[in-house]
């Protein structure tokens, strides 16, 4: 009975949600009455309520006292998306280390409150299920849980690995896996695999700085490609960036790009898998956020066009599960051989009951449940966050619209040094990821990044209301 | 009571095992009659008895049915150590991680008895206290345990690291290690932190592979150092080839080199120290089994004579604890910065509730008590590997006497081809690690290192006859 009735309120929340989304009733307009809502849908009162309720927690709609509820927020009315910049053709040397190792020694201070570091925070996790998964994979262990797991890693969890690969396209075998410690070292196994150091490697522009400080790491260069917030990578851009310059290999977020939140449509990843495979350059697809889509359905990998052998999927539990168990995977494609020898000389192998616990807690079916819940999460807190935003920070003020993940990417007045904000900001008790840490080129300085990871509060709306004074105050002194 | 007379029979059979040790009982003696032992020392029979199953379980004596317990072996009549190379003075390109790969695939076979991998069986390991010290890091982490812990890493562990370090005679802060996935990714940082692709590492000679593999998978250079049986590192060869050399930087395993098993003296360290620092060469410690010693007490690291933060010692729980569990450090000493950085581009942050557990663990004070458990394991262990293989081996064999750690470096026949020998005991179900894979300079061909990782059993004499066998086969054929 309980599921029926939660249908049901879901159900009278969608339609209010969509005549929200489409304009139709815009932020101050009333909503129905709970009695009216009642009435006209053959609803009880209760369930009437619920459904304002679900879309309260949404942060679509308020309640005034004696009044009634009315919209608070729409997407239809949001303030432009930011500037795409076109970066320069060039293929550079990296150096942002020292610059994001600044900011993040103060993001990392737990004083301090932190819209700077993209991480889920735990009460949105399933601790009481993995620590039981621990606890029987132990039981189960009897021992072998201290051992190695020598690459390719626990065969358990590649074969759910591959299970899953159903969802984007893919149909892998778990001997096609390979597991890792997060998606980050999977990715520096495949930038070594793929390229030394002087090779240029062409990323998103804006892309994520811990990409580009491995890529620094490496003695590697970068080659920025103009990346669109509804589209991705922009496609057109990259060819020409590839006629002009020998490129090592690609290294894309497709789904859901960080800072960007943006996806390449499926029939881009195919155009884009096409042009790679002429130039038998790599792609090394970082599919982190995949499962973190916005939309209806999740979204096909480029991986799945893939016939050459010459994408190399990464991705992890990080975002979504776990991300102190440090457990990512990477299904490398042709260069499965060197993947793994790499991974044996840089690490040995990835930790035994982390890989036996996942697995557990994989075979019970409860992630895609646990997923269904964390999507929610981030899109309230997502919306509680632009809203924040909107009602904070100067007007010129420019937000994208993430289609999965849960990141902000904000463009600020063109006077404003995102990096100086985010030093007064600390001062203050909260940091932000400046936008010149997303770049090579000088670029993005009046952009900041805002992750939406923790859980909304008063304290994060007083935190973005800091960050916003800050703002107006240095514009005030500017004009 | 039990305590008391637990001391009264190991009093006995160590006053026994040092007249065997000295020679003045040799194999074959018959020792005194228990009864003889219970009058002489004023113990119990039942005292004596367990005196004597102490020594058999060493491999020292043996029972014959109606007759008393002989001497079965004595360290004071081995065979003599394998021969010392000095390698050429030369920077080499490496070029072992085919060979490597070839060897291990099919050492990790599980059908296959496994005399080639270094690791302690979990039977040794103590499984249901570190379990316990899991569920116990759960229960307090309170959702905690899922999220990062950024580099350096648990503060409690690296407190409890330091604190060890007075063993070694350190007396370190706990800001100065950072915890690593393991040993080897310590390393890797180190070799990042210190040098660069095209720079030369020196080595000892022979050396651990997976240090061979990491230099060149860093395109960097390995430059070899003669090392002895006794003292490791020689000196004098060592100031010769920087003499003739640019040398980045020195790695070498100062306490029981993987596979000698020798340790440098104390005063060979400070020479070691001195000598670097006047150079300003960075001293990498490899210190993976200096816990692990079988003397009286554990020997000093370099790293305490380290007066210029030059000495980066790296060290983990793999050989002694938990392999799988995939946490070491490092005391980067003055590379701290830039160490922390590469750890955080590289895998991000060590696995959470693996250092919560490891702390808790530690915090007990039961390490010490299983530390002198496994010694004593390995001890027995070697003690009965070398019995078998005077036994099954041809006479010529020659045998290492490790000082500490858990495996045995052996010179075969000169005609012998160890990899070749490895490739056909892998058929009947035997792997050993070929000489060839410690050293870039082709030597090595006729030596094996054997690991006695595994107890002791009828199985493993079996396996170590069935090499002998093939030995004498090969160099039957060649006669």
Redesign the interface.
Known sequence: MITSSETLYENVATKIESLIEQGVLQPGDKVPSVRKVSIDHGVSLTTAFQAYFLLENKGLIESKPRSGFYVKFSKSKLPPTPSIIFPEHSSNEVKI?EMV?RVFKEA?NEKNISLAVA?PH??L?P?AQ??KA??QS?RKG?????????PPGNEDLRRLIAKRSFDWGGHLHHDDVMIT??C??AL?LCL?AVA??GDTIAIESPTYY?IL??I??L?MKALEIATHHETGVDLDDLSKALEANKVAACLFVTNFNNPLGCCMPEENKKKLVRLLAEKEIPLIEDDLYGDLFQGKKRPVNAKAFDKKGLVLLCSSF?KS??????VGWVVPGRFK?RIE??K???????????QMALAHFLENGSYDRHLRKIRTAFQNQINFTTQAIIKYFPAETKISRPQGGFVLWIELPSTINSFELNEKAVKQGVSIAPGLIFSTQNKYSNFIRISCGLPWSEKIEQAIKKVGDLLKQQIGKLN
Chains 1, 2 share one sequence.
Not at 344 to 353: L, Q
């Open positions: 280390d190792s990392r991480s735990h009460s996790l601790v993995l620590n621990v606890t132990m009897k021992g072998k849980e201290l051992g190695y797991e020598m410690f997060g980050m070292e520096n070594r030394k150091p811990g400080q491995s620094e790491s003695g990080s599960l776990a991300p102190g168990y440090r051989e020898r790499l044996f000389m840089t690490t040995v192998a990835t930790s035994t009951i982390n």
